[in-house]
C-alpha cells in the first residue's frame, strides 16, 4: 500500500507541475455552450483512449503550445496509462468554477491508482479548451465554486 500511496504522490507531483494549462484569470466567464457536458464527455474519452489529434483541434492554440503541442499531449497520456492505468468506473463528474472559469472535473476510479484520479477541461464560452488538469483527487487545486455532482 506505501508503495501505492508513494505513485499517487509522485504520479500528482509530475502532473501537477506540468499539466495545468490555462489563460489568466479574468472575470467570471459568460454561460457555456448548451452541448458543454457532451463535449467535455468527448473529450474525456479521446484523451483517455489516446486520441491526441483529437483533443488537439479542440484546444485555444496557446494552451496546445503551453503543453507541448500533440507531443505533450501523447507524452501526457502515456503517462497516466502507466502511472494511473485505464479508468475502471467513474465515480463522478462536475461543472466548478475556479479562478473565475468553468472547468469539468471527471473522477474516475483507475486500475492502478489506489485514489481517485480527476481529468480537468477549463472550458471557454464557445466550448473550446483553454486549460488541462490531471492528477490524483488528493492533489486537486481549491475551486471557486462546485456543481452538482453527477453520479453515474
Not at 89 to 107: A, I, P, S, T
Not at 115 to 123: Q, S, W
Not at 133 to 145: F, I, K, M, N, R
Request: with cysteine; proline share 7%; hydrophobic share 45%.
Amino acid at each position: 500500500m506505501h508503495a501505492r500511496r508513494t505513485s499517487a504522490c509522485t504520479l500528482a507531483a509530475a502532473l501537477g507541475a506540468a499539466l495545468m494549462f490555462a489563460s489568466a484569470p479574468a472575470a467570471a466567464q459568460g454561460p457555456l455552450p448548451a452541448d458543454s457536458l457532451a463535449r467535455a464527455r468527448t473529450w474525456s474519452f479521446w484523451f483517455m483512449a489516446g486520441v491526441p489529434d483529437s483533443i488537439a483541434a479542440h484546444m485555444l492554440p496557446d494552451v496546445l503550445t503551453s503543453i507541448g503541442g500533440r507531443t505533450g499531449l501523447v507524452d501526457a497520456q502515456a503517462m497516466i496509462a502507466e502511472r494511473a492505468g485505464t479508468e475502471k468506473r467513474l465515480v463522478e463528474e462536475r461543472f466548478v468554477w475556479r479562478n473565475g472559469k468553468r472547468q469539468y472535473w471527471r473522477v474516475m476510479e483507475m486500475t492502478t491508482l489506489p485514489e481517485p484520479f480527476v481529468l480537468r477541461f477549463v472550458m471557454d464560452e464557445q466550448g473550446r479548451i483553454a486549460g488541462l488538469g490531471l492528477g490524483p483527487q488528493s492533489a486537486t487545486p481549491p475551486v471557486d465554486s462546485g456543481g452538482v455532482a453527477i453520479k453515474p
